[in-house]
């Protein structure tokens, strides 16, 4: 076959098959507009509305006591315990009843209610007849009996850490190497960062250390 009878036979196709030929591309082409169409638009990490969000996170809890108010956790014998953020000068009677008040079976001997809030305080309510280690019951310089000093743990030896009911040899031990690998505490809540010490332990303690 020739190049004249090749072009021949083509002028033929296109003369008998112009319809479904035309009919065909134009059926592509509308599926490759439609795939284009579908085809995700990539979001960047960087937009403005995902910058804000984070800055927004970031900045939500050094707001918080630069507005006079403090964000505390409840925790035991309380109708609703949980995170709630209270004025300033509020104290442990205010933040039980804003938890709901304590439950009839609650120890309200072994709590100080008059004490003041501090920001990321975690407040323990005891059941009756749950002994805790002066947990709220805290008076200005000395633990719930009267004679057991407050303890800084930036500041305490190991014998001093060792003074405080619930802390032995190995507990104070880790303290030290702790704040050894990183430095001061910031806040009594990061002692839970120390192996072996829990949300649990940590509430029955907070009353008995300081930073």
């Given at each position: 076959m020739d190049i004249e009878e090749l072009r021949e036979r083509l002028i033929d196709l296109w003369e008998t098959q112009r319809t479904k030929l035309i009919l065909g591309a134009g059926v592509l082409m509308c599926i490759g507009l439609f795939c284009w169409h579908q085809k995700p638009t990539p979001v960047s990490t960087n937009s403005p509305t995902m910058m804000n969000s984070t800055v927004s996170s970031r900045m939500a809890t050094s707001t918080t006591t630069q507005n006079g108010r403090v964000s505390i956790d409840i925790k035991g014998a309380v109708a609703h315990p949980g995170v709630y953020t209270l004025p300033k000068q509020a104290r442990v009677k205010e933040a039980i009843e804003?938890?709901?008040?304590?439950?009839?079976?609650?120890?309200?001997?072994?709590?100080?209610?008059?004490?003041?809030?501090?920001?990321?305080?975690?407040?323990?309510?005891?059941?009756?007849?749950?002994?805790?280690?002066?947990?709220?019951?805290?008076?200005?310089?000395?633990?719930?009996?009267?004679?057991?000093?407050?303890?800084?743990?930036?500041?305490?030896?190991?014998?001093?850490?060792?003074?405080?009911?619930?802390?032995?040899?190995?507990?104070?031990?880790?303290?030290?190497a702790y704040r050894q690998e990183h430095g001061e505490f910031k806040s009594v809540e990061e002692l839970k960062s120390v192996d072996g010490f829990g949300d649990k332990t940590v509430a029955k303690l907070q009353s008995s250390l300081s930073v």
């Open positions: 804003q938890a709901g008040g304590s439950l009839p079976t609650a120890d309200l001997n072994q709590v100080n209610l008059a004490k003041q809030l501090t920001d990321q305080q975690v407040i323990y309510i005891p059941l009756v007849g749950e002994k805790i280690a002066g947990a709220n019951n805290i008076q200005t310089g000395s633990s719930a009996d009267g004679d057991q000093p407050i303890v800084n743990l930036n500041t305490a030896t190991k014998e001093q850490l060792q003074t405080i009911t619930g802390i032995g040899e190995k507990k104070a031990d880790k303290i030290l």
